[in-house]
């Protein structure tokens, strides 16, 4: 146990140093991209000071996410800055990428002419200068479509007699420095107009530590959703990076969520909700989920089913186990693209709805944003799903 625990964190060092030595020169790489096409041009911009500013900027991200138990202003501003930047990066990365592979395929046709054209100080200004704008354009949707939540509706029929019911669904909020109260507020008040049945938070409620969680008093927050039936919640991936996940479970049901792991309840003697552990929490804990009909064994599956499940796996069997809709999130619909187009390979489903046969899949693209506070080609959602049944289907 003690030579496993030394080679895990070993692992985790060299993990660490290999980490900080590419993100360190990726950010060398474009920090001097930058400063040769705008700051050198820029008489009173001093080299070492620009350096300096640059590095700060660039780990403030890593820094705030160590500091984030104490959560201040501080490293509320680092946050910011760092997650930013992190976005900027991505897309600066890109863009750089890009453009040394069109200035290599023009100095391959055309050798001779675009030497001196490359080397045009004013060119190259020029085009750091249409990059910037372009850049800035992208980050301001970016941030807007990352604040402006739609509401996406799904109408669901299954083949059970029950009355109608309207479910509401939120994932991935990551509550901490970025996403705070104010955003949290903002949910709870879309969420109230919705006048849901039931509501179901499918994992990341918070983004890693709870401190922002406590210190933001977002319990009092959570207490005002108006839900006929209640609030319901599963753990996603990021519950699972804190240390003290019990403490967690503590925290969400003294906010009036009602938290299921691995376990089904029967609401209104009408229909089942049923949540699953995450299966990184799984991996963590060195454990295994339940099969899913084990946690179902003593449903009556004449009634509706709902599964939570974070991440949108496993479609095959909840589908043989007998459940009519499963709700995820997880994959924020790549949350920047073209990570989509990632996200779009690995996973059956990504985003939005599909039925095997006569199960329902829906997955959310999700409220809040994990690192970069941006969404490019996908958008902060509630999902509203207005389920009915072969009773009511049969009056109308």
Not at 189 to 197: A, G, Q, Y
Not at 225 to 252: C, M, P, Q, T
């Amino acid at each position: 146990m003690i030579a496993s625990g030394v080679l895990s964190r070993l692992l985790f060092f060299l993990f660490l140093i290999a980490f900080i030595s590419v993100y360190g020169f990726i950010n060398y790489y474009i920090g001097k991209r930058i400063w040769k096409g705008i700051f050198s041009h820029i008489r009173f911009v001093k080299k070492k000071v620009y350096w300096i500013i640059f590095w700060i900027i660039s780990f403030s991200y890593i820094i705030a996410k160590l500091l984030s138990k104490y959560p201040n202003k501080l490293v509320l501003f680092l946050e910011l800055v760092g997650s930013l930047w992190l976005g900027m990066l991505f897309y600066i990365f890109i863009v750089l990428i890009f453009i040394d592979l069109v200035k290599l395929i023009l100095k391959k046709l055309v050798k001779h002419r675009i030497e001196g054209l490359l080397s045009n100080s004013k060119l190259q200004i020029s085009l750091s200068l249409v990059v910037t704008a372009f850049l800035i354009g992208l980050f301001t949707f970016g941030i807007w479509s990352a604040n402006t939540v739609k509401v996406s509706s799904y109408n669901v029929t299954v083949d059970k007699g029950f009355k109608d019911l309207k479910i509401v669904m939120v994932s991935d909020i990551h509550i901490g420095n970025v996403v705070d109260d104010k955003r949290v507020r903002k949910l709870v008040d879309k969420i109230n107009e919705l006048n849901p049945d039931v509501v179901l938070m499918v994992g990341d409620i918070i983004d890693s530590e709870l401190e922002p969680f406590i210190e933001y008093n977002i319990k009092d927050i959570l207490k005002d959703i108006n839900s006929v039936y209640g609030v319901y919640a599963v753990l996603g991936n990021h519950e699972g990076f804190n240390e003290e996940l019990d403490r967690v479970v503590k925290e969400y049901e003294a906010a009036g969520l009602k938290v299921l792991q691995d376990e089904a309840v029967l609401v209104n003697d009408n229909f089942y909700i049923v949540g699953r552990v995450d299966t990184s929490i799984a991996r963590g804990n060195s454990s295994t989920r339940k099969a899913i009909d084990d946690i179902l064994k003593e449903v009556d599956k004449s009634k509706p089913i709902i599964m939570m499940d974070h991440q949108p796996v496993e479609f095959d069997k909840v589908q043989e186990a007998g459940v009519d809709i499963m709700v995820s999130g997880h994959t924020h619909r790549g949350q920047i693209a073209p990570i989509n187009l990632i996200t779009s390979r690995i996973f059956e489903l990504d985003y939005g709805h599909m039925t095997k046969g006569s199960l329902n899949v829906i997955v959310s693209s999700g409220y809040g944003t994990w690192g970069p506070p941006i969404r490019v080609g996908s958008q902060s959602e509630i999902v509203k799903i207005n389920l009915q049944g072969e009773e009511n289907e049969g009056n109308r």
